[in-house]
């Protein structure tokens, strides 16, 4: 990657430099226009038609090591969502244990009123 390639990235958030390392030399290879198109693809939200003119530009090998990376960040967002649906069932666990004990509660102390 070019010095002055690399200085762009650092210039940028810390949020898009891995991007930007990832992509770089392929968004250097583009002329103007498809620049310009893959800006408003991105600006659009059609991030499939994005990816697609940058895949077009990679080798077989990038593609292979960016199919590994989002491999591993998926494993890890399903990884996530495991847990958070755990403490979800926990949660609903507990509120139904809670109203089942008012339930009872209410049996026992006013059997009369049911």
Known sequence: MAK???????SLPEEFRSLAEMYGDSLLAFSYDRLSSWVISVTNGEYVTAYKMIAEGMTTQQLIDNQKRLNTELEELNKRNAREMEVQ???VREAMVIGLMLMRSAIIEQPEQL
């Open 4 to 10: 002055v390639l690399k200085d762009v990235i650092e």
């Open 89 to 91: 069932r926990g949660m």
